[in-house]
C-alpha cells in the first residue's frame, strides 16, 4: 500500500496509512489508496481537539487597561456655544395698523326691527362719519330720517360692525360721568319723526305661584323633641309629652297616630314604665296626715249630704288651711315617677293597638302576642306594689287582649284574682277574665276548661 507523505511537520502527529480520510485540526492529512487496491475495513476517523490553557489577566491590572484605554480613545469635547444671532428683518413679522371705525351709539329697542317691506331688499350702507348723536330736548328716542315722498326706513348695519358698535357703546357706558342716556340718529336726507317707547305703565299678568300641600297627609312631628322630652328630668314636661301622644291615638284618625309608631318612642316610653323608683323620696309625714284628714273630711261631708243637710250647717272634723292643702298636694318625686308610669302604660297601650290595627289591615294577620312591642312592659308592672300601677296595667291588657291571646292572658287573670291583696284589683282581674271568655268561641272555652 502505497503512502503519502504528510502535509506541514508536526512533532506531535505520526505518519500513518488510511482508507479514508485522515481529519486532524491542525494538520489535515488525505489518503488515497490505490484504485486495484482490495477494499479493508474502515477504521473510524482519528479526531484530536487541542485545549490551550487561557490566560487569566489579574485583577489589579483592570484599572490601569481601563486608563490606557480612556487615553486611547478620549471623549470629544462639546463646541462652545455660540451667540444668539438676531433674526433678519425679513422674519419679524410686520406691524399692521388697522383703523378702528368711529363708535356709534345707539339705542337698542324692538323698534328698531320695524323694517318696511320696501326696504329690506334695498342696498344697505353704513352709517356715515358725518352723522352726529344729539341729545333729545323731549326723549330719548330713536329718531329715522325718511325721504319726501317714502316710508321710513332704518339704516341696516353688518353684524361684525354691529359686534364692534356694542363693544365700543359698553365701554363708554362705564366711564360716562354724566349718566344721561345716549341717541343715535339714523339720517338720509331731512325730517326725523319719532318713535315712541312702549307703554310700560300697562299692567302685565303676573303667574301665581301655587303651593302644592304633600302626599302624606299625616302631620309631621319632631322626633329629637319627643325623646327629648320623654327622657326628661322633668317629670312635668314627660307627662305632657305622653298626654301628645295619647290624644293623638284617641284621635279615631290613623293618621294621626302613625307617625308615632316608630321604635325610639316605644323604647323611651318603656323605659318611663320600667324605672326604677325605690332609691325616690316619697312624701314627708306631714303631707301624710294633711292628706288623712282631707280624706275624713270628704267622707264627713258627703255623709252629713245624704241626710240633707245645708252647706252652711255642716260640720267638718279638721280646720284645714289653705296653705296645708297646698303642701299636701305637692307630689314627691316618687309620686311623680309612679304617675308617669300610669301614663306610659297607657300610652303603650294606646301605640300597641295601633300598630296591631295596622298589621291586621295590611297583612290580614294578628301578630303573635310576644312580638307586640310594649306588652312585656305592661306585664311587668303587675308586679307593682303601687295598686294604681296594678290597675292600669290591668285595664291595658283588656285594651290589648283578643281571642288569638287568650291562652296566653287567661293564666295571668286568674293569678291576679286568687293572690292580689286590693279587692279592686282582684276585681278587675275577674272583669277582664269575662269579658276575654265572652270573646272566645265555645270550643275554646271548654278546652281551657
Known amino acids: 500500500m502505497a503512502t503519502t507523505d504528510a502535509i506541514g511537520k508536526n512533532p506531535y502527529l505520526t505518519t500513518q496509512n488510511y482508507n479514508g480520510v485522515k481529519i486532524d485540526i491542525h494538520n489535515p492529512v488525505v489518503n488515497v489508496g490505490e484504485q486495484n487496491q482490495t477494499s479493508q475495513p474502515a477504521t473510524p476517523p482519528n479526531i484530536k481537539i487541542y485545549k490551550y490553557e487561557e490566560k487569566q489577566i489579574p485583577a489589579e491590572l483592570y484599572p490601569e487597561l481601563l486608563k490606557q484605554r480612556q487615553i486611547q480613545n478620549p471623549q470629544p469635547q462639546l463646541p462652545s456655544p455660540k451667540p444668539v444671532v438676531e433674526l433678519p428683518d425679513s422674519v419679524i413679522p410686520e406691524k399692521k395698523h388697522v383703523s378702528v371705525p368711529a363708535p356709534v351709539y ?88 319719532i318713535i315712541k317707547d312702549p307703554d310700560e305703565t300697562a299692567p302685565k299678568q303676573i303667574s301665581k305661584v301655587e303651593i302644592v300641600p304633600p302626599s302624606d297627609g299625616s302631620p309631621a312631628i ?68 294633711i292628706r288623712n284628714q282631707i280624706i275624713e273630711n270628704y267622707k ?25 292643702k297646698n303642701y299636701a298636694n305637692k307630689l314627691s318625686e316618687l309620686e311623680l315617677a309612679e304617675r308617669n308610669k300610669e301614663y306610659g302604660i297607657a300610652t303603650l297601650a294606646i301605640l300597641s293597638n295601633a300598630f296591631l290595627k295596622e298589621v291586621k289591615d295590611e297583612a290580614n294577620t294578628t301578630v303573635a302576642i310576644t312580638d307586640v312591642p310594649g306588652l312585656s312592659a305592661i306585664v311587668n308592672s303587675l308586679k307593682s306594689d303601687n295598686d294604681t300601677i296594678r290597675l292600669s296595667a290591668l285595664d ?25 291583696n286590693n279587692e279592686t284589683v282582684r276585681a278587675a282581674a275577674q272583669y277582664a277574665l269575662n269579658s276575654l271568655k265572652a270573646q272566645m268561641p265555645q270550643n275554646d272555652i271548654n278546652q281551657a276548661a
Open 106 to 193: 345707539i339705542d337698542l329697542k324692538p323698534t328698531i326691527n320695524a323694517v318696511s317691506k320696501e326696504t329690506k331688499n334695498e342696498d344697505t350702507e353704513l352709517p356715515k362719519e358725518e352723522t352726529t348723536s344729539a341729545k333729545s330736548t323731549e326723549d330719548s328716542d330713536v329718531t329715522i330720517q325718511t325721504t319726501d315722498n317714502k316710508q321710513p326706513a332704518l339704516t341696516i348695519i353688518p353684524p361684525d360692525i354691529m359686534k364692534t358698535m356694542l363693544r365700543n357703546s359698553q365701554n363708554n357706558e362705564t366711564t360716562d360721568q354724566s349718566g344721561e342716556n345716549q341717541n343715535i340718529q339714523l339720517q338720509e336726507n331731512t325730517n326725523t319723526p
Open 222 to 289: 319632631n322626633y329629637i323633641e319627643i325623646a327629648e322630652n320623654l327622657n326628661s328630668t322633668n317629670y312635668d314636661i314627660q307627662a305632657l309629652q305622653l298626654k301628645e301622644i295619647m290624644d293623638a291615638g284617641l284621635d279615631n284618625n290613623p293618621d294621626t297616630i302613625h307617625p308615632y309608631i316608630v321604635e325610639p318612642i316605644f323604647h323611651n316610653i318603656i323605659d318611663i314604665v320600667n324605672k326604677d323608683t325605690t332609691n325616690l323620696s316619697g312624701p314627708t309625714e306631714a303631707q301624710t296626715n
Open 300 to 324: 264627713a261631708y258627703y255623709a252629713q249630704k245624704q241626710q240633707h243637710i245645708t252647706d252652711d250647717k255642716i260640720v267638718l272634723p279638721y280646720n284645714i288651711s289653705e296653705e296645708d
Open 396 to 420: 291595658a291588657l283588656i285594651y290589648l287582649q283578643r281571642n288569638e291571646y287568650s291562652r296566653e292572658l287567661t293564666p295571668i287573670y286568674e293569678a291576679l284574682i286568687a293572690s292580689d
